[in-house]
């Protein structure tokens, strides 16, 4: 599993996961293919290293791939090397997470810098060639797409001619002729301009050209360079598949690079309801640099600028990994020396080994429980994979697809929207990428949680401020919270008829610990005090139907209903202890004492319904005998220092949970052998180091080692490959914000500095 290497306003790019040269690759929909193209010419021999367009040439003695070396990832870049001749090729894809920069943040576009180093101390003779094509702008393959070069704010579709000075930015806008806004299909925005940006950036020469792929691809690659023109035949990517390139010559040097910068710009960006009706919502990134092309040019020169405020975040990210786990390693030290361990069943093929802590375990490949323990064949954490590193990386692949989901937006400007809008904030809105595009889903607003409460509370606050303007305007009529604020992305328009996806306990109790986990993590009781009234609606909800929810969805909806699920019934309970924190911040006592009594009350009653009789775990649902889930749901009360769960509840579970483990982790419950990674870290949270370190380790080595060739999933199978979890229909969930749920450990960690723990 590889790093995503650019966002595009919810289709997130990435790398093919099984291939050590990055190709460029929609993660969510079966479109035309993506075509991103790179070469790099040394001495007059050129070298593929981005894509696949050499396939469609005929044999050139001049081409051939370059030579993959290394791949390196972290919260911001995606690293390439290659070996190509006597150079070194570097391409670095930056796609920064700026949680506290808004202006920044809402910029919809990455960066690839492609550089060479020579290794053999002497000049040579480089080009530099890019291009893409026009299924970035399209989701089909039979419609009309046009395109326009700019230089700088400048139309120059007449010529492809680069006259201008070093400073310059070129950009080439690529776009549905005939576009829909506020619409999507396959999860492609059918508005707006796919922009793929460059400039001279001191070559000798440097051209720009438009045509048929092939065409250009050859010209380059015979002759070096392109041939200045801009092809005005619009047509389809299935027609001549039109491309759109640039070349950069510099001529004898040692080392040299060259930037492009990429993205899908959408403006108007978002539809939303209001009490004036519904109106378009202007990016955020408008109010803090113009127009497009302002924003396009501040982006491209603002590279530095990214990179130190990319490398402060990034750096931030490894000491408080670091610190997390000098203070709260796992225990995996023995001053007793080990007994024999017996016979491994099925020896043959399994074997004993030790690990690096000198802890023994035992493994067979043939079934999928994973490394156990030799002695009473529970799971154990992976041997050989140092648990902070395993964390450090799932939190610093999980940065980009967390944020790439979300956009920000310009409020409704006085007399056009509701009056409790801040025009000095924006308001975020959240696709819900791959698995149904909803706009805000709640129920994954709360999964990825602990990274906003890490990275910067407000942006949790951003996020809820549109629901809690929808509710509060009297555009929902339930008594319980809505699942979502529109049924697709970018259409936040509500559900007034109240028929959205019925998840009343889940998105209650979600809407509520969000509101004040944002204010345990900021202090700012007045928040609390604004929105009392609705999150007193959400709660008089809970007080009825949480102990015993009936046959309802949980934020797991693919699994199917289920009545009285131990998970979501403890969801309500938390929520209504949290309540009981919301009415005291409030200086309402007798609603505080209320609801801290029913949560009491609730909880003593829940134990006894969800408990297993052999009282070592609890069950799925309180009438499934035999059962198991994940309890994931007492995260927030650990998280937020809620007093309704006792210690020992924890405890047992923890000493549950390897008892069930399987090769890349914890299944979500007993009726299926799929799992999901953002709940797998909640509950990882709530469970002694020894646990904490399997869940970890585990998802760690379904990284290095799982089947699926897409972005980070959420939801796949531990067992076998690794493959996307889902029975009987595979569930393909690709590049969803729920990864923010991997942040557990850290946020859990930030509360605890809060509290002066």
């Known amino acids: 599993m590889?790093?995503?290497?650019?966002?595009?306003?919810?289709?997130?790019?990435?790398?093919?996961?099984?291939?050590?040269?990055?190709?460029?690759?929609?993660?969510?929909?079966?479109?035309?293919?993506?075509?991103?193209?790179?070469?790099?010419?040394?001495?007059?021999t050129s070298y593929e290293y981005l894509g696949t367009g050499s396939a469609t040439l005929p044999r050139l003695p001049n081409l051939q791939p370059a030579k993959p070396l290394t791949v390196t990832y972290d919260s911001q870049y995606s690293n390439f090397s290659f070996a190509a001749g006597p150079v070194i090729i570097t391409a670095s894809f930056l796609s920064s997470v700026l949680p506290d920069d808004l202006c920044r943040t809402s910029i919809p576009l990455s960066y690839l810098t492609t550089s060479v180093q020579s290794t053999d101390n002497s000049t040579h003779e480089v080009q530099f060639y890019s291009d893409v094509n026009s299924a970035w702008a399209a989701s089909e393959n039979n419609v009309t797409i046009q395109w326009d070069l700019h230089e700088g704010s400048n139309k120059t579709n007449e010529s492809g001619t680069a006259s201008a000075g070093v400073s310059s930015v070129y950009s080439w806008f690529v776009y549905l002729q005939q576009p829909y806004e506020f619409a999507e299909e396959m999860d492609v925005p059918l508005w707006g301009n796919f922009t793929y940006s460059s400039s001279p950036m001191g070559a000798q020469n440097f051209t720009v050209q438009s045509g048929f792929s092939g065409d250009l691809r050859y010209q380059y690659v015979m002759q070096h360079s392109l041939q200045a023109v801009v092809d005005t035949e619009y047509r389809?990517?299935?027609?001549?598949?039109?491309?759109?390139?640039?070349?950069?010559?510099?001529?004898?040097?040692?080392?040299?690079?060259?930037?492009?910068?990429?993205?899908?710009?959408?403006?108007?960006?978002?539809?939303?309801?209001?009490?004036?009706?519904?109106?378009?919502?202007?990016?955020?990134?408008?109010?803090?640099?113009?127009?497009?092309?302002?924003?396009?040019?501040?982006?491209?020169?603002?590279?530095?600028?990214?990179?130190?405020?990319?490398?402060?975040?990034?750096?931030r990210l490894k000491v408080e990994v670091e610190t997390y786990y000098a203070a709260d390693m796992a225990m995996v030290y023995s001053n007793s020396t080990p007994s024999t361990l017996p016979p491994y069943i099925n020896g043959s093929q399994g074997f004993n080994g030790t690990d690096q802590y000198g802890n023994q375990y035992a493994f067979e490949p043939g079934n999928g429980y994973g490394f156990l323990d030799p002695r009473n064949f529970s799971g154990i954490a992976i041997p050989d994979i140092e648990e902070a590193e395993a964390y450090y990386s799932i939190v610093a692949l999980s940065a980009r697809q967390v944020m790439g989901a979300y956009t920000l937006a310009i409020p409704?400007?006085?007399?056009?929207?509701?009056?409790?809008?801040?025009?000095?904030?924006?308001?975020?809105?959240?696709?819900?990428?791959?698995?149904?595009?909803?706009?805000?889903?709640?129920?994954?607003?709360?999964?990825?949680?602990?990274?906003?409460?890490?990275?910067?509370?407000?942006?949790?606050?951003?996020?809820?401020?549109?629901?809690i303007q929808n509710q509060e305007g009297g555009f929902y009529p339930n008594d319980y919270s809505m699942h979502d604020l529109g049924s697709h992305y970018p259409n936040a328009t509500g559900h007034v008829e109240g028929n959205d996806e019925y998840m009343p306990v889940e998105e209650s109790g979600n809407m509520i610990l969000m509101a004040y986990a944002y204010y345990t993590f900021t202090n700012d009781a007045a928040y609390l005090r604004s929105h009392y009234p609705l999150l007193r609606r959400f709660a008089s909800y809970l007080t009825l139907y949480s102990l015993t929810p009936g046959y309802q969805l949980s934020t797991?909806?693919?699994?199917?209903r289920l009545a009285n699920q131990s998970n979501l019934a403890i969801k309500g309970i938390v929520g209504i202890a949290a309540m009981s924190e919301i009415a005291r911040v409030c200086e309402d006592a007798d609603r505080a004492a209320n609801y801290s009594a029913t949560a009491s009350s609730f909880y003593t009653q829940w134990e006894k319904l969800a408990m297993d009789p052999s009282g070592s775990h609890t069950l799925l649902a309180y009438q499934s005998r035999s059962s198991y889930s994940l309890l994931y749901n007492t995260y927030p009360a650990l998280l937020l220092n809620l007093s309704v769960i006792p210690s020992s509840l924890y405890q047992k579970q923890s000493s549950f949970y390897p008892s069930v483990s399987q090769m890349f982790g914890i299944p979500l419950d007993n009726r299926h052998s799929y799992t999901k990674s953002d709940e797998s870290m909640w509950t990882a949270a709530t469970c002694e180091p020894e646990t904490r370190r399997l869940f970890v380790n585990g998802l760690g080595y379904w990284l290095n080692s799982t089947s699926t060739d897409g972005p980070f999933s959420d939801l796949f199978e531990t067992t076998g490959q690794g493959y996307y979890g889902g029975r009987p229909e595979i569930v393909e969930f690709r590049g969803r914000p729920v990864v923010g749920g991997h942040f557990s450990l850290l946020a859990l960690q930030r509360a605890r500095m809060l509290r002066g723990e």
Not at 419 to 434: G, H, R
Not at 556 to 560: H, K, L, P, R, S
């Open 2 to 44: 590889l790093g995503p290497i650019a966002f595009l306003a919810g289709c997130t790019v990435i790398v093919a996961a099984k291939d050590p040269s990055p190709a460029a690759k929609d993660s969510n929909g079966p479109g035309a293919p993506l075509g991103w193209q790179g070469i790099v010419t040394v001495d007059g």
């Open 236 to 315: 389809s990517p299935a027609t001549r598949e039109p491309v759109f390139a640039y070349a950069h010559d510099f001529g004898l040097i040692s080392s040299a690079s060259v930037r492009y910068t990429i993205g899908s710009v959408q403006q108007p960006i978002v539809r939303f309801l209001t009490s004036q009706g519904v109106v378009p919502l202007q990016p955020w990134w408008a109010q803090c640099y113009g127009d497009i092309f302002q924003m396009i040019n501040f982006h491209f020169n603002d590279f530095r600028q990214t990179q130190t405020l990319a490398s402060q975040f990034e750096n």
């Open 412 to 467: 409704p400007s006085s007399g056009k929207g509701n009056a409790s809008s801040n025009a000095t904030e924006p308001l975020m809105f959240q696709k819900e990428i791959s698995s149904n595009g909803n706009t805000n889903t709640v129920d994954v607003m709360y999964p990825a949680m602990p990274f906003f409460l890490y990275a910067n509370p407000n942006l949790l606050r951003y996020n809820l401020e549109p629901l």
């Open 556 to 560: 797991d909806d693919f699994a199917g």
